[in-house]
């Protein structure tokens, strides 16, 4: 026959509010590290090869190749290749196809297309080019684009955009944990009745068989841990306050009545702080009575 309860703690608004912010949390995180695998870090690569035709030369590290599979080149480098005038510079750059990473076409967003053209500013920018002022014609280039004014200073390469989707699985892992850890909490309670305490997991500890109470991390924290026999082994459980019951006041602060309950009717050891006040007037009694005997003494010698 089960026993009636007397008080029980459920789980506390508290929990309820932190479990879903950490969901909110994980989910979130997990959405953004695979939006930069999937097309992120991607859409950064093509500002990054687009940005390069703007430099005065491309860095060699990067591999970038043009059209014909050969080693790209910036539009400043291939300007000073040869004499042109606005004219011929204007038909040569129209015909040139942004650079593409020499590794992995991969790096660029699947609907990419490979044969896309110089960006109009550069085949109008004879005159910058002339200058070597081409790089401020990034500026419109990249805000008509939405991209970055500054982009990344490296290619995204294949490890990077891989570890975005493992780093994505990880809070995927995280968040499916996190979720049956809570749903677990959701579905328990703490419960005292007039003979026992039934912790969240349904184990029941009649107060006959504690003999230790840990309430150190109570006042702070809401946690005891008590200390009870099982047979012949000595097993330990836990009180959480801040998960079930919670301590408002209003709510007629539950988790405080059921531990208060539990203290009422345990016969056992109570590991507690002493108090710092108590220790001082302690002392400060000592030292009194000590004085007091040093002076008593020094009056009668003399």
């Not at 789980?11 to 950490?22: D, E, G, H, T």
């Not at 591999?63 to 510079?89: H, I, R, V």
């Amino acid at each position: 026959m089960s026993e009636k309860p007397v008080i029980e703690c459920n789980p506390s608004k508290w929990f309820k509010i932190r479990a879903v912010l950490i969901l909110l949390m994980l989910s979130f995180f997990a959405l953004w590290f695979f939006k930069d695998g999937k097309w992120g870090y991607r859409d950064k690569n093509v500002a990054y090869v687009n940005h390069a035709l703007f430099q005065q030369q491309m860095n060699p590290e990067d591999e970038l190749l043009n059209s014909d599979g050969e080693p790209a080149a910036s539009a400043g480098q291939l300007f000073k290749e040869k004499e042109y005038t606005k004219e011929s510079w204007a038909e040569f750059a129209s015909q040139q196809v942004v650079p593409t990473p020499k590794k992995d076409r991969g790096l660029l967003p699947e609907d990419y297309d490979f044969s896309t053209k110089w960006p109009k500013e550069l085949v109008d920018g004879y005159d910058d080019l002339k200058k070597g002022t081409q790089l401020t014609l990034w500026n419109k280039v990249s805000a008509d684009n939405e991209w970055p004014q500054k982009p990344s200073e490296n290619l995204y390469d294949e490890g990077k955009i891989s570890e975005q989707f493992v780093v994505g699985g990880v809070c995927v892992a995280l968040f499916l944990i996190a979720a049956f850890i809570c749903i677990r909490i959701m579905f328990r309670k703490m419960i005292v009745t007039e003979e026992s305490y039934i912790a969240p997991g349904g184990k029941v500890i009649p107060f006959t068989s504690m003999h230790k109470i840990d309430k150190r991390k109570w006042d702070n924290k809401g946690i005891a841990v008590i200390y009870y026999k099982d047979g012949e082994t000595t097993k330990k459980v836990k009180v959480d306050g801040m998960v079930y019951g919670q301590f408002k006041e209003e709510d007629g602060a539950p988790a405080e009545a059921l531990f208060a309950y539990i203290m009422d009717n345990f016969k056992g050891e109570l590991i507690e702080f002493v108090e710092e006040e108590d220790e001082e007037e302690g002392s400060e009694e000592v030292d009194s009575e000590t004085k007091k005997s040093s002076a008593d003494a020094d009056s009668e010698n003399s």
